[in-house]
């Protein structure tokens, strides 16, 4: 295993040096500083602020969702998160132009909306698939008033066996 990880290190560190000999050779200094401020513009924002936001979401939904709902919402979000990035450069309909009516001849706009609701659908789906098959699996009925009724007649039941009456109630 050390062997095949020394490999793709060095394989790694070959394509990589390939990758910035081509980048210097083939672009003027203004471009490279260009991407040299992009790089660092690009590790800023994500460290100051896209991080801390995600952790403070985070942080929020833990106190605000259920446990069990968790997993589900953090796919959503994630997936929510790498659409709207992917939308960014044809949100605004760069480069297109009355003369070519060709370029972007989609509305992206409506195609955002429409992902994003079916993966958030998709995440609902799950929940509640997840909440069918796990009162399946425990012998509990499927829905919320069967779960309800069922857990009612349990304190009845309890309340009973205990001896506790209500006020007024005869013993027979």
């Known amino acids: 295993m ?11 560190l070959a394509l990589g040096g390939y990758g910035a000999l081509l ?8 471009v490279l500083i260009n991407i040299g401020i992009w ?16 952790v403070a979401i985070g942080l929020v939904g833990r106190r605000l969702i259920p ?16 659409v709207m990035v992917l939308a960014i450069p044809v949100y605004d309909r760069p480069g ?10 989609h509305d992206y706009h409506r195609g955002v909306v429409v992902l994003l609701a079916l993966i958030w659908a998709g995440a609902a789906v799950y929940i509640i698939a997840d ?5 399946r699996r425990r012998g509990q009925p499927a829905s919320l008033v069967d779960r309800q009724a069922q ?7 309890e309340a009973d066996a205990t001896g ?3 006020a007024g109630e005869e013993t027979v």
């Open 2 to 12: 050390i062997v095949v990880r020394g490999i793709l290190i060095a394989a790694g």
């Open 67 to 82: 446990r069990v709902w968790w997993a589900p919402f953090a796919v959503a979000a994630l997936l929510s998160v790498v």
């Open 96 to 105: 297109a132009r009355p003369d070519n009516p060709t370029v972007l001849d």
């Open 151 to 157: 857990l009612a007649g349990r304190a009845a039941g």
């Open 23 to 30: 980048l210097i050779a083939d672009n003027p200094w203004p």
């Open 39 to 54: 790089a660092a513009a690009g590790v800023i924002f994500h460290d100051f602020v896209f991080a801390p936001a995600c």
């Open 131 to 135: 909440h069918v098959v796990a009162g």
């Open 164 to 166: 506790d009456r209500a």
